[in-house]
């Protein structure tokens, strides 16, 4: 953590300094309220030692305009002159804790250590805070039998070690941010804060208060301070979600926080430091949104250290079953019914089903037919039409489709339905190439050509 201390004696500075340091902390040293204050202005600190008499100054007036500058700041004051009336008044005004003098390593240690808890606790809540409004899948789901998902964890579990931001694309649904709890839970970042904002969902004005915080007064409606959700973050990651919505006039003051750790709150002069790791998500095709100027290209480059495309259910079959499986799981016990299974035929139309949702849209299926079945199994009747009336080859509503042998289809349909039946029964690429008789490569080229 970076430690202010504040102290008219030189010895207890020096004395501070060195057990702080030799714990491991950054430290800078102040003899007076005012030099504290001003301080305070150039640079953020996450705790500060107070002594409650610094010559004509009170230690306890100090503390008012130490937690007016930075009201984040975790204030321990200490005295020669401890008594339990001036520990409550510390209380009282905002001191986080109280130590007498002389103190030793071991106490500054515990106090800090409970510092530390509490701002890991704080966190935590606003971690579940964005679980529960986001709705986030089960975490088992970062599992993957696709040798591509494999391939993209693979990836994701080596960047996370590294301070790299790291962009994932995909469609909407596909999980990115899934992937992005991933990342953060295997870092360096894990026990500090993942805090999500999503680019769309608020104007210009409202998204830049969101992110940086702003001052009282700075606008319409900015009726006391806020700090934003990059000094909640600090310390952990920030999870820009769809950051291809981001307005170009804010793209300039995250390029700033991505390049120098620094921001400014709405209506603020004063330059604050945050050792954030970003992690942005977009469906956008951000290259050509570069082309057309509505993304700026720094920033972009910026982002990009790390990407990965996330592909879409639809062209992961061997995840659908065990996805489905999860999701049913889930929501059976959450509903308070003992539902087993999906029945075979209602099983063969959701692999048939081309999912344009993505997870997303599996999620919510299943969700619906878990509150909507009355037996111990989910029945087609469960789904929605759009599922039921898809073309499921050699089933009953094989009439409706044109890709079965003997029926008026094209090679290529007869093709395209052939490998899509292999895939959805072989454990991996590799095994279905085995099984229609081509090299893997090939494999890729037809799913591509084919869309499947």
């Known amino acids: 953590m970076k430690v202010l201390i504040i102290d008219d004696e ?31 202005e150039e640079e953020t600190f996450e705790v500060a030692f107070l002594d409650l008499r610094l010559g004509r100054e009170d230690g306890l007036d100090v503390l008012k305009k ?26 009282k005004r905002g001191a986080a804790d109280y130590i007498p003098k002389p103190f030793t390593p071991d106490q500054i240690r515990q106090v800090l250590a409970k510092i530390g808890k509490t701002r890991k606790l704080e966190g935590r809540i606003a971690e579940l805070e964005s ?60 026990d500090n804060p993942f805090v999500t904002v999503s680019c769309p969902s608020l104007s210009k004005e409202l998204l830049e208060s969101e992110l940086f915080g702003h001052m009282k007064g700075s606008f319409t409606g900015a009726v006391s301070d806020t700090w934003g959700k990059v000094a909640v973050a600090n310390g952990g990651t920030l999870f820009l979600d769809e ?18 750790k620094e921001y400014e709150r709405v209506g603020e ?37 790390i990407s990965v495309k996330m592909p879409s259910l639809r062209d992961r079959p061997n995840d659908l ?14 509903s ?23 997870l997303r849209e599996l999620r919510n299926v299943v969700e619906r037919a878990v509150i909507l079945a009355s037996g111990p199994e989910i029945l087609n009747e ?51 190439a085995e099984v229609l008789g081509i090299d893997p490569a090939t494999l890729y080229r037809k799913r591509k050509k084919l869309a499947l």
């Open 66 to 91: 130490l937690l007016l500058a930075d009201s984040r700041l975790s204030v321990i004051v200490f005295t020669a002159f401890a008594s339990i009336d001036t520990a409550v008044e510390a209380m």
């Open 382 to 432: 469960d789904l929605p039409d759009t599922i039921n009336n898809t073309h499921v080859p050699g089933g009953s509503n094989s009439s409706n489709g044109t890709s079965d042998v003997g029926t008026r289809s094209s090679l290529e349909d007869l093709e395209k339905e052939h490998i899509r039946r292999v895939l959805s029964q072989s454990a991996s690429i590799v095994e279905a």
């Open 269 to 305: 002069s004063k330059p604050r430091k945050a050792n954030v790791r970003v992690i942005a998500a977009t469906n956008r095709n951000l290259e050509e949104n570069v082309k057309s100027g509505k993304f700026r290209e720094d920033l972009y480059y910026r982002l990009n250290v």
């Open 131 to 190: 679980r529960i409004s986001a709705q986030e899948p089960p975490e088992e789901m970062t599992t993957s039998e696709e040798p591509a998902m494999k391939k993209i964890y693979e990836i994701a579990q080596k960047a996370a070690v590294t301070p790299a931001s790291v962009l994932i694309l995909g469609e909407s649904g596909t999980g990115k941010s899934v992937l992005a709890r991933f990342v953060h839970r295997q870092s360096n970042f894990k």
């Open 243 to 260: 950051i291809g919505e981001l307005p170009l006039e804010i793209q300039p003051k995250l390029l700033r926080l991505l390049q120098e």
């Open 10 to 40: 030189t010895n207890i500075r020096e004395m501070l300094t060195v057990a702080l340091q030799t714990m491991g902390h950054e430290t800078a040293s102040v003899d007076s309220g005012f030099v504290a204050v001003k301080k305070l």
């Open 321 to 334: 079953v065990k996805m489905a499986q999860n999701y049913l799981k889930f929501f059976s016990a959450q």
């Open 336 to 358: 308070g019914k003992k539902i087993e299974k999906f029945s075979d035929e209602t099983f063969k139309a959701m692999r048939y089903y081309a999912w344009p949702g993505n």
